[in-house]
């Protein structure tokens, strides 16, 4: 559900108790926040929203976000689409978010450690000069990872490093190195899945990767 203001809430003659019922007490999977335009505010509030995602110049004041959305119940929060944002303006959104799991990125951002409860992470830039090793105690504690990587090496340090992980996609240019990459490749080449089961898929961009000793394979995967 997308959100600006000008189309939303639709207009109603119902009673504002149906109102409130019908618009914003319901669950919403998703919700989309557009403050490049002016939002105008409503007498009520998004109740029940699980994925939120913002987008603008910059993050609104967690004021403002309050008297639009309930974010006690966001579980996977998409701040990718904010154009300039802190650490700071971070940690305060996190502080209202305390069901999160999933946190989207544009750019990793460093030094932002974030807490223990959000275990899953998508990172849709990584550019050279970001620290790998940085991240790697930043985010040390992560079980589920999106992450655009700029080579094989990267990738490789990644899983061997992050320990918890139990589910990783790739995005990368795999095209040039799909005729060799295959389960014993991989398990000759990451000493952290020698010891694991585990299933993969590989597309000319991405690969997906599931790590775990009960993973639940198809013919979609490789699995060993």
């Known amino acids: 559900m997308n959100y600006t203001g000008y189309h939303y809430p639709l207009p109603s003659t119902v009673p504002s108790d149906l109102e409130q019922d019908m618009f914003y007490s319901r669950y919403i999977e998703r919700l989309f926040l557009n403050f490049n335009k002016s939002i105008i505010l409503s007498n009520y509030r998004f109740i029940h929203v699980n994925s939120l995602e913002l987008a603008g110049p910059t993050l609104p004041s967690i004021h403002y976000l309050i008297s639009i959305v309930n974010l006690n119940q966001i579980k996977e929060l998409d701040i990718s689409r904010i154009e300039n944002i802190s650490i700071g303006e971070i940690h305060l959104l996190l502080e209202h978010t305390p069901r999160l799991n999933h946190l989207k990125f ?28 940085l991240f790697c105690r ?21 899983i061997n490093r ?8 790739f995005w ?30 590989e597309d000319d961009y991405y ?10 394979t198809n013919n979609k995967y490789s699995s060993f």
């Open 106 to 133: 544009q750019n990793w951002i460093p030094l932002f450690k974030p807490p223990l409860h959000i275990y899953s992470f998508t990172t849709k830039h990584w550019s050279l000069s970001n620290d790998l090793d």
């Open 162 to 169: 992050l320990k918890y992980l139990e589910n990783v996609v």
């Open 172 to 201: 990368y240019n795999f095209e040039k190195h799909a005729p060799f990459i295959s389960m014993n490749w991989l398990r000759r080449n990451i000493w952290g899945l020698r010891r694991k089961n585990f299933t993969y898929k």
């Open 138 to 158: 930043m985010f040390s504690h992560v079980k589920s990872l999106k992450i655009d990587i700029i080579s094989l090496k990267m990738m490789i340090e990644l």
């Open 207 to 216: 690969m997906l990767l599931s790590i775990g000793n009960k993973r639940k």
